[in-house]
């Protein structure tokens, strides 16, 4: 069975917040699978530009 993919930022916040949900979706649908997926986006790449 394929994994839904839960994407998110790296930051402690937004892993915090994608482990939360996960865990909802879990609980909500203990017959699927899940998978945090970690996007690197440009400003995360530059932290110099504004």
């Known amino acids: 069975m394929q994994a839904i993919r839960i ?3 790296g ?3 937004a892993l915090w917040q994608a ?3 996960e865990g909802l979706l ?3 649908h203990p ?3 899940f998978e945090r997926v970690i996007i690197k ?3 995360d790449r530059d932290q110099k530009s504004s």
Do not use: D, M, V
Request: glycine fraction near 12%; charge should be positive.
């Open 7 to 9: 994407g998110t930022r």
């Open 11 to 13: 930051s402690q916040l």
């Open 19 to 21: 482990t939360h949900i």
């Open 26 to 28: 879990r609980k909500a």
């Open 31 to 33: 017959q699927l699978n």
């Open 41 to 43: 986006t440009e400003g």
